[in-house]
């Protein structure tokens, strides 16, 4: 025994230094492969994120933060294990990344990042609040800031949904989360979409309930009668966008109210009272449309109308049933025994009696011969003279009670005082005057716009037949056309093009906006803002839109669209190409090269874009190059295309004389109030106009782009710095003027209607040329949807019937009034006709 007690010291000496031998070399070894605590954030910061690492879980606390222990920090990204849950009833969480190695967490806090879901809901009203079934909704279309598309219909319109609400990405100083928004792209009712396309923006991780604002109307249809402004019809035929047709029925008063109708473009026609043509109407405003109808009076009207002209052709074209009408021929038994036409039938020369010849020889000369009385003319109720016979004295005159007045001598085979073709034609004349006359005198109580004045004294003119010496008053000359107006120093006698962006989307306007336009927050994707913006400026006078552009698949798709639009309007655009990159960098020549090329292959021959004899396009960049580089960038071009550049020295425009067609002035950043920018405009043109260029002059409201770095600031003085801009540019002999800007927001040089500022600087500009804006059109979709109802009052339309109906039978009447009147045939038969020689 006392060997083995011997044994028993050493060998547990081995045993503990083989059991502490382990624990001292893990205590040498690297930290990463000692036991310790690991630290996590989660990003965001979200309290309940469930994490297992060796088969231990524990959750993150209301700061996001979590600490587990473990073993060692080796392999720790196959051992951290963060579980898809929910971490409240409407948010969920789905790992997405850690920030760098795990296994670095013994030094460290480790980034945890997660995208988060979230639960959200919705709910429709009309612009006043009031709610909107979910029922009435087709289609609903949402899409993310990531490019996510939720387009959803039937019964999931009305149920919640899960969304992408996070995700992170790797930043300079770690992981950050970026909060995910959602724009409605379209809501569909009855076949047409009811908001503004991207105008409404929600952010889930903000707002978990929606409220969508959807574009329903209050509209009052009403119809009158085409001619006659009187109420007409019995209701309205309503065919709506997706074919739906609806009968709506006038109520008392004339009327009928549709009280939520949804925007969009209908087709309406009246339903009874005539004939009506259906018409699309655009609706995007509360708003009432009259429509018209053809009514049977209107048919009738009409009909009278064409048999009038009908008859007037009819007798012009057959010259002897008109003289049948206005002059009946005369019996036979009038005609004295012998006589016979002088001139052949159907001529215009009047009927000229030829004496027969008698047993005694031919008449005499110096006996007068008798002619036609003129008609109207009266006879005289003096004795007429007869000539001497061999039974009478020539000093005696011979008086026969009951002979007719003899007519005065003839000469030349007419009767003096006898009308002659002329004077006939000039009676004509005098009677379509005063038919003319009594029908002005009916219609005179009717407004008539741009009626002329009237002269102070009324013309007077002599009786028919009066001799100009007769007249006891100075013969009043011909009215003179009053001298046009000399144009007003402030309209414009040249194009008015405004500079036009077409880069926006609905992110756009988070980024250094002071002001936002009254159309919304839309997207240059929108064709329906794209019209609205052409009819706005059109409504203020301007020609057309100098559209920033260049060579990129979405510009290419918005430039498409936007001729597209120029063209139904009968609006001009050019070309403003951006060979500036987002640094103010310019393009690569050979860059600027193709794009120009691009643009003349698809546009050159487009119409939308003559406002001069080619195309324009203003470069703008071109000043950073010389004149050799710009000839080998655009000379080929130039045969399609006038290409101009955007100098702003007079060295400049010297330095690329000869190889661009001309020069746009892009500056917005002066002041024409307190600077002399008149003179350097004036330089600009005379340098530009010397070798025959076109010089575009800039005009603006005013600058401040301190929100993207610039340091200049120039007031808008509520429209003042616009028109003395205007001034100034047009002082310059300018052949176009470029009014900066329609919509550049972040340079705050934007005219179109906006939040801020309203109207005011469209209205300025329009005032400045002269032109009255309709303040219906500048915010509506459709310039003609609220039509005014046309024609005439019921009396004057009356009236206007029964005078255009009496013209013709009073014009034959007077005619037949100036005709010879019928003589009563002799009532002893077989006794000789006492013919009056004044009928003869």
Same mark, same amino acid.
């Given at each position: 025994m006392t060997?083995?007690?011997?044994?028993?010291?050493p060998?547990? !000496?081995?045993? %503990?230094v *083989?059991t502490?031998t382990p624990?001292?070399?893990?205590?040498d070894?690297?930290?990463s492969r000692?036991?310790?605590?690991?630290?996590?954030?989660t990003?965001?910061?979200?309290?309940? !994120?469930?994490?297992?690492v060796?088969?231990?879980?524990?959750?993150?606390?209301? =700061?996001?933060?979590?600490?587990?222990?473990?073993?060692?920090?080796?392999? *720790?990204?196959?051992?951290i294990k963060?579980?898809?849950?929910?971490?409240?009833?409407?948010?969920?969480v789905?790992f997405?990344r850690f920030?760098?190695?795990?296994?670095a967490?013994?030094r460290?806090v480790?980034?945890?990042g997660l995208r988060t879901?979230?639960?959200?809901?919705?709910?429709?009203v009309?612009?006043l609040?009031?709610?909107v079934?979910?029922?009435?909704i087709t289609?609903?279309?949402?899409?993310?800031?990531?490019?996510?598309?939720h387009?959803?219909?039937?019964?999931?319109l009305?149920?919640?949904?899960?969304?992408?609400?996070s995700?992170?990405?790797?930043?300079?100083?770690?992981?950050?989360?970026?909060?995910l928004y959602?724009?409605v792209d379209?809501? !569909?009712?009855?076949g047409?979409?009811?908001?503004n396309r991207?105008?409404?923006?929600?952010?889930?991780?903000?707002r978990q309930?929606?409220?969508?604002?959807?574009?329903?109307?209050?509209?009052?249809?009403?119809a #009158?009668?085409?001619?006659f402004?009187?109420?007409?019809?019995?209701?309205?035929?309503?065919?709506r966008a997706?074919?739906r047709?609806e009968?709506l029925?006038?109520?008392?008063?004339?009327?009928?109210?549709?009280?939520?109708?949804p925007?969009? #473009?209908?087709?309406?026609?009246v339903?009874g009272?005539g004939?009506s043509f259906?018409r699309?109407?655009?609706?995007?405003?509360?708003?009432?449309?009259?429509l018209s109808?053809?009514?049977?009076l209107?048919?009738?009207l009409?009909?009278?109308?064409?048999l009038?002209?009908?008859?007037?052709l009819i007798l012009?074209?057959?010259?002897h049933?008109?003289r049948?009408?206005?002059?009946?021929?005369?019996?036979?038994?009038?005609?004295?025994?012998?006589?016979?036409?002088t001139?052949?039938p159907?001529a215009?020369?009047?009927?000229?009696?030829?004496?027969a010849?008698?047993?005694?020889?031919?008449?005499?000369?110096?006996?007068?011969?008798?002619?036609p009385?003129?008609?109207g003319?009266?006879a005289?109720?003096q004795?007429?003279?007869?000539?001497?016979?061999?039974?009478?004295?020539p000093?005696?005159p011979?008086?026969t009670?009951?002979?007719?007045?003899a007519?005065?001598?003839?000469?030349?085979g007419?009767?003096?005082g006898a009308p002659?073709?002329?004077?006939r034609?000039?009676?004509?004349?005098r009677?379509?005057?005063?038919?003319?006359?009594?029908?002005?005198?009916?219609?005179?109580p009717?407004?008539?716009a741009?009626r002329?004045?009237?002269?102070?004294?009324?013309?007077?003119?002599a009786?028919?037949?009066?001799p100009d010496?007769?007249?006891p008053?100075?013969?009043v000359?011909?009215?003179v056309?009053?001298a046009?107006?000399?144009?007003s120093a402030?309209?414009?006698?040249?194009p008015?093009?405004?500079?036009?962006?077409?880069?926006?989307?609905p992110?756009s306007?988070?980024?250094?906006?002071?002001?936002y336009?009254l159309?919304?927050r839309y997207?240059?994707?929108?064709?329906?803002?794209?019209?609205?913006?052409?009819?706005?400026?059109?409504? &203020?006078?301007i020609?057309?839109?100098?559209?920033?552009w260049k =060579?990129?698949?979405?510009?290419?798709a918005?430039?498409?669209?936007?001729?597209?639009v &120029?063209?139904?309007?009968n609006?001009?655009l050019?070309?403003v190409y951006?060979?500036l990159d987002?640094?103010?960098?310019?393009?690569p020549?050979? %860059?600027?090269?193709?794009?120009?090329? =691009?643009?003349?292959?698809?546009?050159?021959t487009?119409?939308?874009?003559d406002i001069?004899?080619?195309p324009?396009?203003?470069?703008?960049g071109?000043e950073?190059?010389?004149a050799?580089?710009?000839?080998?960038?655009?000379?080929?071009?130039?045969?399609r295309?006038l290409?101009?550049?955007?100098?702003?020295?007079?060295d400049?425009?010297?330095?690329t004389?000869?190889?661009?067609?001309?020069?746009?002035y892009?500056w917005?950043?002066?002041?024409?109030?307190?600077?002399?920018?008149?003179r350097k405009?004036?330089?600009?043109?005379?340098?530009?106009?010397?070798?025959?260029?076109?010089?575009?002059?800039p005009?603006a409201?005013?600058?401040?782009a301190?929100m993207?770095?610039?340091?200049?600031?120039v007031?808008?003085?509520?429209?003042?710095?616009?028109?003395?801009?205007f001034?100034?540019?047009?002082?310059?002999?300018?052949?176009a003027?470029?009014?900066?800007?329609w919509?550049e927001f972040s340079?705050? #040089? =934007?005219?179109?209607?906006?939040e801020?500022?309203?109207?005011?600087y469209?209205?300025?500009?329009a005032? *400045?040329?002269?032109?009255?804006?309709?303040?219906?059109?500048?915010?509506?979709?459709?310039?003609?949807s609220?039509?005014?109802p046309?024609?005439?009052? &019921?009396?004057?339309?009356?009236l206007?019937?029964?005078a255009?109906?009496a013209?013709?039978? *009073?014009?034959?009447?007077?005619?037949?009034?100036?005709?010879?009147s019928?003589?009563?045939?002799?009532t002893?038969?077989?006794?000789?006709?006492?013919?009056?020689?004044?009928?003869?």
């Amino acid at each position: 025994m006392t060997p083995f007690r011997r044994l028993l010291l050493p060998l547990a !000496v081995v045993a %503990t230094v *083989l059991t502490l031998t382990p624990a001292a070399a893990a205590a040498d070894g690297p930290a990463s492969r000692r036991p310790g605590v690991l630290r996590m954030q989660t990003v965001p910061p979200l309290a309940g !994120v469930q994490v297992t690492v060796d088969g231990t879980t524990v959750r993150s606390d209301s =700061h996001g933060r979590i600490a587990v222990r473990v073993r060692n920090f080796l392999g *720790l990204e196959d051992r951290i294990k963060v579980a898809a849950a929910a971490v409240s009833p409407d948010r969920r969480v789905v790992f997405d990344r850690f920030r760098g190695s795990p296994d670095a967490g013994v030094r460290r806090v480790v980034e945890v990042g997660l995208r988060t879901v979230r639960r959200v809901s919705w709910s429709f009203v009309e612009r006043l609040g009031t709610p909107v079934p979910v029922e009435r909704i087709t289609t609903m279309r949402l899409r993310s800031s990531t490019g996510e598309i939720h387009q959803l219909s039937g019964a999931d319109l009305g149920k919640p949904r899960w969304v992408a609400e996070s995700r992170t990405q790797q930043g300079p100083l770690g992981l950050a989360s970026k909060q995910l928004y959602y724009v409605v792209d379209s809501v !569909v009712v009855d076949g047409t979409s009811v908001v503004n396309r991207a105008a409404q923006r929600f952010v889930p991780w903000d707002r978990q309930e929606w409220v969508i604002e959807l574009l329903f109307f209050k509209v009052t249809f009403s119809a #009158t009668d085409m001619i006659f402004s009187r109420q007409a019809g019995d209701g309205v035929v309503l065919t709506r966008a997706d074919g739906r047709v609806e009968r709506l029925g006038f109520a008392a008063d004339g009327t009928v109210l549709v009280p939520d109708l949804p925007r969009g #473009t209908y087709e309406v026609k009246v339903a009874g009272g005539g004939v009506s043509f259906g018409r699309p109407v655009s609706i995007s405003r509360d708003q009432q449309v009259v429509l018209s109808v053809i009514s049977p009076l209107d048919l009738s009207l009409v009909v009278l109308g064409v048999l009038a002209v009908a008859l007037g052709l009819i007798l012009v074209g057959r010259p002897h049933l008109f003289r049948l009408l206005v002059r009946p021929r005369r019996p036979s038994w009038l005609r004295p025994p012998g006589s016979r036409r002088t001139t052949a039938p159907g001529a215009d020369a009047p009927e000229q009696p030829v004496p027969a010849p008698t047993a005694a020889g031919p008449a005499s000369p110096d006996q007068p011969v008798p002619v036609p009385s003129a008609p109207g003319a009266g006879a005289s109720d003096q004795p007429v003279p007869v000539p001497a016979t061999s039974g009478s004295t020539p000093d005696q005159p011979v008086s026969t009670p009951t002979a007719p007045a003899a007519r005065p001598p003839v000469a030349d085979g007419v009767a003096a005082g006898a009308p002659t073709g002329a004077a006939r034609r000039t009676d004509g004349r005098r009677g379509a005057a005063v038919a003319v006359a009594a029908l002005l005198t009916l219609l005179a109580p009717l407004p008539v716009a741009d009626r002329p004045a009237s002269a102070d004294t009324p013309a007077r003119t002599a009786p028919a037949g009066t001799p100009d010496t007769a007249l006891p008053w100075t013969a009043v000359p011909p009215p003179v056309a009053a001298a046009a107006p000399a144009p007003s120093a402030s309209s414009a006698p040249v194009p008015v093009l405004a500079y036009y962006y077409i880069w926006f989307n609905p992110t756009s306007w988070n980024r250094a906006k002071t002001d936002y336009p009254l159309l919304g927050r839309y997207s240059s994707d929108d064709t329906e803002i794209l019209r609205r913006h052409v009819r706005m400026a059109k409504a &203020a006078g301007i020609d057309g839109f100098l559209v920033s552009w260049k =060579h990129t698949p979405q510009l290419d798709a918005r430039l498409a669209a936007l001729v597209d639009v &120029a063209r139904r309007e009968n609006f001009k655009l050019g070309i403003v190409y951006q060979g500036l990159d987002f640094a103010r960098d310019p393009l690569p020549l050979a %860059t600027v090269r193709a794009d120009l090329g =691009h643009f003349a292959d698809r546009y050159a021959t487009e119409p939308v874009f003559d406002i001069f004899d080619r195309p324009v396009v203003v470069w703008t960049g071109s000043e950073k190059f010389t004149a050799e580089q710009i000839d080998d960038t655009v000379g080929e071009a130039r045969r399609r295309l006038l290409v101009l550049g955007n100098a702003k020295n007079v060295d400049t425009v010297a330095d690329t004389r000869g190889v661009l067609d001309g020069q746009a002035y892009y500056w917005s950043s002066g002041d024409p109030v307190e600077e002399k920018t008149d003179r350097k405009l004036a330089a600009m043109s005379e340098a530009v106009k010397r070798t025959g260029g076109l010089w575009i002059a800039p005009v603006a409201p005013g600058f401040d782009a301190r929100m993207i770095g610039g340091r200049r600031d120039v007031d808008r003085r509520d429209g003042e710095t616009l028109r003395a801009s205007f001034a100034a540019a047009r002082r310059s002999a300018p052949d176009a003027l470029g009014v900066i800007s329609w919509n550049e927001f972040s340079e705050n #040089t =934007h005219i179109e209607p906006s939040e801020r500022h309203g109207e005011t600087y469209l209205e300025v500009l329009a005032d *400045l040329l002269g032109r009255a804006v309709d303040h219906d059109v500048l915010l509506e979709s459709h310039a003609t949807s609220d039509e005014k109802p046309w024609g005439l009052p &019921a009396w004057a339309a009356l009236l206007s019937t029964v005078a255009v109906a009496a013209v013709p039978p *009073l014009w034959l009447v007077y005619r037949r009034r100036r005709a010879p009147s019928a003589v009563t045939p002799p009532t002893q038969r077989g006794a000789a006709p006492q013919v009056d020689p004044v009928d003869l």
